[in-house]
C-alpha cells in the first residue's frame, strides 16, 4: 500500500502539470483575444473619426 | 484561427483524449505486474514517455533554429519557442516521476548518477533558453541568440540518451543493441504510451504556437494604432 502513494504521487505530478500547462496557455489565448477585439475597436473608431 | 487550423487541432485534442483513456487502460490493466517491483513499476511507461517527449521536443527546437537562420522567418522562432517550453513542461515530469521511481527502487530521492545529472544539465540549458529570450528585448536579436542556443543546446540530448551506456550507472538500460529488454505486453504499452504522448505534444505545440501568432497579432494592432 505503501508503494502505491508514490505511483499516485507519480501520476499526479503528471496529470497537475499537464493541466497546468493547458490552463496557462487557454487563460493566455482569451486575454490576447479580448485585447485583439479591443484593439480592431478602437482602430476602426479610429478610422471612422479621420 | 482559420477553419483549417481550427479542425487540426480539434483532431489533435480528441485524438489525445482517446489515446490517453486507452493509455490508461493498457497501464493499469492490461499490463502485468512486475515481479521484484510490483505496481511501482507501473510509472516506469509515463516516466520513459516523457523523457522521450522532451528529448524529441529538444529535437523540433533544433530544426526550427536551423530553419530559423537559414530562412530567417519569425514562423520558424515561434515554432522553436514553442517546442521548448512543451519540453521542459515534459522533462519536469521525466525527472520528478524519476526521482520519486528513485525513492522506491533505491531508497533516495536523488542521486548525482550520470543520467540523472545530465537530465538535470539538459533541462537547465532549456530553461536558460527560456530565460535568455525574456532577457533580450529585440526581436530579430533575440531569436537569433535563442536559435544559437537552441542548437548548441541539443548536444546535451545525445549525451543525457547515452550516459547510461558510456558511464558506470545504477539507471536501468531498457533499449539495448539487441532490442527492448521487455516483456510483450510491457512492451505494446510502452509503445503506445510513447506515441500517446508524441500525439499530446504535437496537441500542446500547435496550441502554443497558435498563442504566439496572437501575441504578434497583438504587436501589430498596437504598431497600426501607434502605440
Known sequence: ?50 | MNAKNHRLSDFLTWASAIAMIVALYLVFVYAPTERTMGDMQRIFYFHVSTAWVGFFAFFVTLVASIAYLWKGTRRWDIVALSSVEVGVTFMTMAIISGSIWAKVAWNVWWTWDPRLTTSTILWLIYVSYLMLRNAIDEEGRRARFAAVHGIVGFVSVPITFMAIRWWRTIHPVILESEGFSLATPMLITLLFCIATFTLLYFTLLVYRVRLEQLTDEVEQLKHKLGR
Do not use: P
Not at chain 1, 2 to 26: E, H, K, P, Q, S
Open chain 1, 1 to 50: 500500500m505503501g508503494n502505491l502513494v508514490y505511483l499516485f504521487a507519480a501520476y499526479a505530478v503528471f496529470w497537475a502539470l499537464t493541466f497546468a500547462f493547458v490552463l496557462r496557455i487557454a487563460r493566455r489565448q482569451k486575454g490576447l483575444q479580448r485585447e485583439i477585439e479591443s484593439l480592431k475597436r478602437t482602430l476602426i473608431r479610429k478610422l471612422v473619426d479621420s
